[in-house]
């Protein structure tokens, strides 16, 4: 299971004589912050002896209690990464989708009535790409880059995300490179069983 964080951006959508939602450039927009707790499945797409792999990946998650609300996550979308030495390069497409249940906290002005809700729910679109060096066996660090690219937004729930750009360094320990997985399988990187003496 992973945990991550996201940041929900409040936001009051006021319905206009033409019955179409704005967004009133007077009112006050503010920011929320939960710990969303999800889990996902990897499917490998190839086999384990090439120097490239391709994956798939789906899940999903939830928050409670954002601001006396919840949220419900569904997430999917494939993973591929290189083996060149000591280095993996990678990059992730995911599409995340995000549902947000209970009343919106906003006071609307005097005459103004909320934007209905669609239904859709709240999209993003995170693109990924880093590449990891391994230090050792057991230790790697890595570079990556981040892109958030909000895909659809309904109205209705009182929420919006941003667009982000993310630039994450990370060290793990403990983390085995496609080489070492593999010796501890008993198997090498031409995929020949290894034999011990």
């Known amino acids: ?5 996201a940041g929900l951006a409040s936001k009051t959508l006021r319905r206009s004589s033409d019955c179409s939602a704005s967004e009133s450039p007077s009112e006050s927009t503010s920011v929320s912050r939960a710990s969303i707790a999800r889990a996902d499945v990897k499917a490998a797409l190839t086999r384990p002896t090439l120097p490239w792999a391709l994956a798939e990946r789906v899940g999903g998650g939830g928050a409670a209690h954002l601001a006396g609300r919840y949220l419900a996550v569904a997430f999917a ?14 990059a992730a497409v ?3 989708n995000h549902w947000v249940y209970g009343s919106p906290v ?10 209905p809700r669609t239904g859709y729910g ?12 391994y230090v050792s066996n057991g230790c790697s660090v890595a570079v990556e880059y981040g892109r958030w690219q909000p895909m659809q937004d309904d109205p209705g ?6 667009a982000n750009n993310i630039v994450s360094l990370m060290v793990c320990i403990g983390c085995w ?15 020949h069983t290894i034999v011990s003496n």
């Open 1 to 5: 299971m992973t945990v991550s964080a």
């Open 77 to 90: 979308g494939p993973i591929a990464s290189s083996s060149i030495g000591p280095v993996e390069p990678y």
């Open 177 to 191: 490179s496609r080489k070492a997985a593999l010796a501890a399988m008993g198997v090498s990187e031409d995929g």
């Open 122 to 133: 709240d999209g993003i679109l995170q693109l990924v790409m880093g590449i990891r060096g």
């Open 106 to 115: 906003t006071i609307s002005p005097l005459g103004s009535i909320n934007a």
């Open 157 to 162: 729930d009182g929420y919006s995300f941003v």
């Open 94 to 96: 995911t599409f995340m």
